[in-house]
Antibody, heavy 119, light 110 residues
Framework: EVQLVQSGAEVKKPGESLKISCKASGYTFSSNWIGWVRQMPGKGLEWMGIIFPADSDTKYSPAFQGQVILSVDTSTNTAFLQWTSLKASDSAMYYC????????????WGRGTLVTVSS | QSVLTQPPSASGTPGQRVTISCSGS????????LNWYQQLPGTAPKLLIYRSNQRPSGVPDRFSGSKSGTSASLAISGLQSEDEADYYCAAWDDSLNSVVFGGGTKLTVL
């Protein structure tokens, strides 16, 4: 059974750094893209980027390029989403999801990590 | 403003058939797989329809999808109260090199 288990909720201050995780199981981690999707409170889904674990090939949404960093650790089957300097506007729910091909679809989703950035 | 256009809301009574539209362009819906996601209140999105009209295992056949040119539709027949959710269409956009989502449609079961 494919599972994506995301790390727990975070409360941070503006300017702090953060790395959240998404641990995959139940399939060959290196063989499928992993993506990240943001959902701000009461709003819709926004695609942030995808990464291919086998070679760390990464595609970012123009809206998030330079704002976040996607990475993976194939030894632990874990994908990461990282910020170096958080802003209050980064407060949102973040979902990881397995993607079937670049031009495909997200077939399995994590439960989400809630990030709150507040002074 | 989303690249894919959906109505913000839809509604129906139990047992009815409702449809939700999704409009895009030749660089997204016109060329690539069009997919639908269901997000029940307080939960993560779930894949509902992929490649316009394919259902993952476990998705009831009350849900169906279609695509024509640069537009797509999601139909829900025999509407049930548990179908009350937000529905999003999405596709890869070759021009933007991005996954694009519709703004979402909130379905209310009256």
């Amino acid at each position: 059974e494919v599972q994506l288990v995301q790390s727990g909720a975070e409360v941070k201050k503006p300017g702090e750094s953060l790395k959240i995780s998404c641990k995959a199981s139940g399939y060959t981690f290196s063989s499928n893209w992993i993506g990240w999707v943001r959902q701000m409170p009461g709003k819709g889904l926004e695609w942030m980027g995808i990464i291919f674990p086998a070679d760390s090939d990464t595609k970012y949404s123009p809206a998030f390029q330079g704002q976040v960093i996607l990475s993976v650790d194939t030894s632990t089957n874990t994908a990461f989403l990282q910020w170096t300097s958080l802003k209050a506007s980064d407060s949102a729910m973040y979902y990881c999801a397995r993607r079937i091909a670049v031009a495909g679809w997200f077939d399995h989703w994590g439960r989400g990590t809630l990030v709150t950035v507040s002074s | 403003q989303s690249v894919l256009t959906q109505p913000p809301s839809a509604s129906g009574t139990p047992g009815q058939r409702v449809t939700i539209s999704c409009s895009g362009s030749g660089s997204n819906i016109g060329r690539n797989a069009l997919n639908w996601y269901q997000q029940l209140p307080g939960t993560a999105p779930k894949l509902l329809i992929y490649r316009s009209n394919q259902r993952p295992s476990g998705v009831p056949d009350r849900f169906s999808g279609s695509k024509s040119g640069t537009s797509a539709s999601l139909a829900i027949s025999g509407l049930q109260s548990e179908d009350e959710a937000d529905y999003y269409c999405a596709a890869w956009d070759d021009s933007l090199n991005s996954v694009v989502f519709g703004g979402g449609t909130k379905l209310t079961v009256l």
